[in-house]
T-cell receptor, first 114, second 115 residues
Framework: GENVEQHPSTLSVQEGDSAVIKCTYS??????FPWYKQELGKGPQLIID?????GEKKDQRIAVTLNKTAKHFSLHITETQPEDSAVYFC?????????????FGRGTSLIVHP | DTAVSQTPKYLVTQMGNDKSIKCEQN?????MYWYKQDSKKFLKIMFS???????INETVPNRFSPKSPDKAHLNLHINSLELGDSAVYFC??????????????FGSGTRLTVV
């Protein structure tokens, strides 16, 4: 089955700095990679996703990159703000040939200091 | 509002009791899930229900039983509750076409405390 590793488990940055969270996956059939943000007391919320036919996707201050050959993908947050503080999860799944049920990373707690 | 709604938000109960958590989605999605989030925030799949096919995670005790009266509802019934069942349970839904995956919409969670 799929195995997703996520690093770091905790990331502390100053407001305005950039933050990068990295994930690796094991199943070459995986082709869909979403990222979720979970604020305290809430459910995870999809913030950005990428499919295996593209290498990079941006949405304002967040971007995701995918390297299919190396089987890793990363979340980049620029100009961090205190409201970016949350737990971030990466995930991987396959539309066919693998499991459509995503395997989640273990989460990264991002703390942005004002 | 379009959403995944689950009730109750908090549930405190004694060991040995039976309880249910309800989930409803009005997004028109065809797949629903139950996840358990432990104290370390790890999200663990429990069940997936897609087009009348129930996929059970083999590590889930059979005290847990999902019930789906229709595509928009997936409830979770738990028998003989144990201390180790204490966790936050999330319902989620997504669209799965067989050729493409899409992201989940999660509910706000049910914090279950067994005393």
């Amino acid at each position: 089955g799929e195995n997703v590793e996520q690093h770091p488990s905790t990331l502390s940055v100053q407001e305005g700095d950039s933050a990068v969270i990295k994930c690796t996956y094991s199943d070459s059939a995986s082709n869909y990679f979403p990222w979720y943000k979970q604020e305290l007391g809430k459910g995870p919320q999809l913030i950005i996703d990428i499919r295996s036919n593209v290498g990079e996707k941006k949405d304002q201050r967040i971007a995701v990159t995918l390297n299919k050959t190396a089987k890793h993908f990363s979340l980049h947050i620029t100009e961090t703000q205190p409201e970016d503080s949350a737990v971030y999860f990466c995930a991987a799944s396959a539309a066919s040939g693998g499991s459509y049920i995503p395997t989640f990373g273990r989460g990264t707690s991002l703390i942005v200091h004002p | 509002d379009t959403a995944v709604s689950q009730t109750p938000k908090y549930l405190v109960t004694q060991m040995g009791n039976d309880k249910s958590i309800k989930c409803e989605q009005n997004l028109g999605h065809d797949t629903m899930y139950w996840y358990k989030q432990d104290s370390k925030k790890f999200l663990k799949i429990m069940f997936s229900y897609n087009n009348k096919e129930l996929i059970i995670n083999e590590t889930v005790p059979n005290r847990f039983s999902p019930k789906s009266p229709d595509k928009a509802h997936l409830n979770l019934h738990i028998n003989s509750l144990e201390l180790g069942d204490s966790a936050v349970y999330f319902c989620a839904s997504s669209q799965y076409t067989g050729t493409a995956n899409y992201g989940y919409t999660f509910g706000s969670g049910t914090r279950l405390t067994v005393v």
